[in-house]
């Protein structure tokens, strides 16, 4: 049931400093929650401040359900543009320090997206720990996804000691660090400088010694190795099949190759394969 109270109306870019400062002041009336009109946020407020205009709001218990989200490290990445909902979803969780929504797909050789800020602080940068591995990520530079945590403990547990591994779309780390806890060697391959710094920050926040980490194109790594590998992992969803020739040469007979790929149905890739 609605309610009518006092409230400022900010641009909705503007909403969460201002509700941030009306709640430093004490005038933030948080027992209703903050609604969206147009272009701008309405904020509801304890007193009649300068400005202010009655406007009816939402009780807070009328909506439980938490604003659908994916959660990497301290960064939520909503899938609607609510800052209502990104203010409300920051306050619930304290683990949370930024709320972003994204403004493109997954796009460029790079594999980037861009964001936009919802709530919080203005940051793409987080540390996401990932079954005891650390590992820093800034979403702008490089892509990652923290859904793919239990697929990696999958593949280590499939692993045998001492294996090699080859990571040829690498990003962050996140595969090859994992992998590392059984493997002798793994090389690390991206094209993203800006991935494969962050790569070699994380194999030293990780100790992970036996990583090596290559900048450039997985289509070239193939004359620059002298090894083949027990394990090759491809997780490039649109774009690992061109390079499928490149992990079998680099595969040993016997050997593992994992490759990541969308398809709209099940079975659809398989021709491709």
Request: charged share 25%.
């Given at each position: 049931m609605d309610q009518e109270q006092w409230a400022v109306r900010v641009p909705r870019r503007l909403g969460e400093d201002e509700r941030q400062r009306l709640a430093r002041e004490g005038l933030l009336d948080r027992s209703l929650r903050p609604r969206v009109d147009g272009e701008t946020l309405l904020i509801p407020?304890?007193?009649e401040l300068e400005g202010a205009e009655r406007a009816s709001f939402p009780a807070r218990g009328s909506v439980p359900e938490r604003a659908r989200h994916e959660l990497v490290g301290g960064i939520a990445i909503m899938l609607?543009?609510?800052?209502?909902?990104?203010?409300?979803?920051l306050a619930s969780r304290p683990s949370i320090h930024t709320v972003l929504l994204p403004v493109s797909e997954v796009e460029g050789e790079y594999r980037t997206r861009r964001f936009r800020l919802l709530a919080g602080e203005d940051t793409t940068r987080t540390t996401c720990i990932e079954y005891g591995k650390r590992f820093e990520i800034d979403l702008s530079e490089a892509y990652f996804s923290a859904r793919l945590a239990t697929e990696r403990q999958r593949i280590v547990?499939?692993?045998?000691?001492?294996?090699?591994?080859?990571?040829?779309?690498s990003?962050?780390?996140?595969?090859?660090?994992?992998?590392?806890?059984?493997?002798?060697?793994?090389?690390?391959?991206?094209i993203n400088p800006g991935a494969v710094r962050l790569l070699e920050q994380n194999i030293r926040l990780n100790s992970a010694v036996n990583v090596l980490a290559f900048l450039g194109d997985a289509s070239r790594i193939r004359a620059l190795l002298p090894?083949?590998?027990?394990?090759?992992?491809m997780n490039h969803p649109t774009g690992s099949l061109p390079f499928l020739p490149d992990a079998f040469a680099l595969c040993r007979p016997g050997g593992s190759i994992h490759c990541y790929i969308l398809q709209g149905a099940e079975g659809e890739a398989l021709p491709e394969l």
């Open positions: 407020v304890v007193a609607d543009d609510d800052p209502v909902a990104a203010a409300e979803l547990a499939q692993m045998g000691e001492g294996e090699r591994v080859l990571d040829l779309f990003g962050v780390g996140p595969f090859a660090i994992s992998l590392a806890e059984r493997a002798s060697l793994v090389v690390a391959v991206d090894w083949s590998f027990d394990r090759v992992v």
